[in-house]
Nanobody, 123 residues
Framework: QVQLVESGGGLVQAGGSLRLSCAASGLTFSTYAMGWFRQAPGLKREFVGAIDRWSGSDAYYADSVKGRFTISRDNAKNTVYLQMNSLKPEDTALYYC???????????????WGQGTQVTVSS
């Protein structure tokens, strides 16, 4: 049974930083691309970014977070991270960790989803 468990969310002031973690189990972690989506109240879920499988040498980001967010992975720990810097109030959302065999920004393509962790950025 595949499980993705996010942690690290919380309340932060605008301009601050947070690092989200996602611990994966029940899958061969290194063979999966890992990503993050987010959903703000009343809005559609949106792609944040993803990192490719194996070494994670390539990562892709939504324009809205490019240059501020960084995704990394530690295959030895079966964990993917989302480092979020220069946070803005519009980054407030429930952040979901996802896993798939390949990198894509398409929500429907992801095989596995976590339960989400809340990030709230105050102005």
């Amino acid at each position: 049974q595949v499980q993705l468990v996010e942690s690290g969310g919380g309340l932060v002031q605008a301009g601050g930083s947070l690092r989200l973690s996602c611990a994966a189990s029940g899958l061969t972690f290194s063979t999966y691309a890992m990503g993050w989506f987010r959903q703000a109240p009343g809005l559609k879920r949106e792609f944040v970014g993803a990192i490719d499988r194996w070494s994670g040498s390539d990562a892709y980001y939504a324009d809205s977070v490019k240059g501020r967010f960084t995704i990394s992975r530690d295959n030895a720990k079966n964990t993917v991270y989302l480092q979020m810097n220069s946070l803005k109030p519009e980054d407030t959302a429930l952040y979901y960790c996802v896993a798939n065999r390949y990198v894509t920004a398409s929500e429907g393509a992801y095989d596995y989803w976590g339960q989400g962790t809340q990030v709230t950025v105050s102005s």
